[in-house]
């Protein structure tokens, strides 16, 4: 067995939770499965049981599959920053707790998106590796992403590719990647894993696998000219996964883009790659004569291009005013069932004609109810706990004390046996 520090990056990330708190959840999770589920309360009450036993014993607990896929799609349900949660019901969700090995844990990954890639209908999946206790910190991705570009900083103070990723591409070269001879703005980088002891690889990924649009533009043939492409896939890699007290650090899941986060962000933000200039210039826009809309209309026709591009290489993606129409239906089905949607505005208005998508006045909380999805407990994660309008804590802690007591009784006869022997 080992120890971890606290300076384990993987660790200084979570949750920290009590045992109590830690009961609190898997109680509080359990009992929404079986409402929600539609679970016999007999079968329940016993699973409740079952867990408290082994949290008190081990500190932990498996779940079964079936909570597994339910916890996946609660979280994302549950994801405050997310607009496309409207078919969060259809998450696949591959459980893949057996595999161990950092090569294996990324040809899973690797197998399971070839197989929601389906020829560009992409679907939304995750696939959930194993948890992380108290002893054994599994495999984790330190990449954000599956797919992600590298980015340059050069001596005279020029930057080519991502500036996002100029730190993760440093630990690539650092790790033995050797970018190509010619340094492009689209240079793939490797996969950067994290061992159980801590040890770091880079796994080059074929290219044929990120499935890269080449971005162009019918009416301005110039837009071809700028080699401007993006990959089909965003999967996020480094998102720990949350639900019942249990963590999943290693948990990537994928859906599909919408134009914006291309059009309006990558390729334009200033910390990203910086083109808003470039990209007018190439539509042949004039920037200088003091008309500010310029700016607009390069962002409308870049995500026209986008939407375009990727439809005419069958790939699907889905445009920011289709996007918040759905959220709106999410929304309202949320309602009928019940609940508040959680959702965080800033996140969720699109950064693309704003007032006109219907979320831009729509009031909206976010709840930080657990299962979710959480980078750090250093910002996202710090907020996250159970909805306790519904939970009260003497729901779980006569269970709770009762399993204690049981324990010690327990405990008592065997030392009693023991010393008999
Ligand atoms: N915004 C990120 C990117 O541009 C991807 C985040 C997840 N997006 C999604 N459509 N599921 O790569």
Request: net charge positive; aromatic share 10%.
């Amino acid at each position: 067995m080992d120890r971890y520090s606290r300076s384990d990056p993987v660790r200084r990330r979570l949750r920290r939770l009590t045992r109590g708190e830690r009961v609190e959840e898997a109680i509080a999770f359990l009992r929404q499965f079986a409402a929600e589920r539609g679970q016999d309360p007999k079968l329940m009450s016993a699973r409740e049981k079952e867990v408290c036993r082994e949290l008190c014993r081990t500190g932990r607990y498996t779940h079964t599959p079936d909570e597994l896929e339910f916890g996946a799609r609660i979280a994302w349900r549950n994801h405050a920053r997310c607009i496309g949660r409207l078919t969060w019901k259809s998450l696949e969700v591959n459980d893949r707790r057996n595999v161990v090995r950092a090569a294996d844990v990324l040809s899973s990954v690797l197998y399971d998106l070839s197989n929601n890639y389906r020829d560009g209908k992409i679907s939304s999946a995750i696939t959930i590796f194993s948890p992380i206790t108290d002893d054994h910190t599994p495999v984790t991705f330190e990449s954000h992403q599956l797919f992600q570009y590298a980015g340059y900083l050069k001596d005279d103070g020029k930057i080519i590719g991502d500036r996002n990723n100029i730190e993760i591409t440093k630990s690539a070269i650092k790790l033995g990647w050797n970018p190509p001879y010619q340094q492009g703005n689209f240079d793939l980088l490797p996969v950067i894993m994290r061992d159980s002891d801590g040890t770091r690889h880079a796994f080059n990924l074929n290219h044929e696998l990120a499935h890269e649009v080449a971005i162009t533009h019918a009416a301005y043939p110039g837009l071809a000219a700028l080699g401007l492409k993006w990959y089909s896939v965003p999967c996020i890699t480094d998102m720990i996964l949350t639900m019942g007290g249990i963590d999943y650090p290693c948990a990537p899941f994928n859906g599909y883009y919408m134009a914006t986060e291309i059009a309006s962000r990558n390729l334009v933000d200033e910390r990203r790659y910086n083109l808003m200039t470039d990209i007018g210039v190439a539509l042949g826009l004039d920037i200088e004569r003091g008309d500010p809309f310029w700016r607009d209309t390069t962002l409308t026709e870049l995500n026209r291009a986008v939407i375009d591009s990727f439809r005419s290489a069958g790939v699907r993606i889905t445009d920011h005013h289709e996007a918040s129409a759905q959220f709106m239906e999410f929304s309202r089905q949320e309602g009928r069932a019940g609940r508040v949607p959680s959702a965080e505005w800033s996140w969720i208005v699109p950064p693309q004609a704003g007032s006109a998508c219907p979320v831009f006045h729509l009031p909206m909380k976010n709840l930080h109810s657990v299962p979710n999805f959480y980078v750090s407990r250093h910002g996202d994660g710090a907020e996250l706990g159970i909805d306790r309008t519904h939970f009260r804590e003497s729901v779980w802690r006569k269970r709770w004390e009762r399993e204690k007591k049981r324990f010690r009784d327990w405990r008592r006869r065997r030392d009693r046996l023991w010393d008999r022997a």
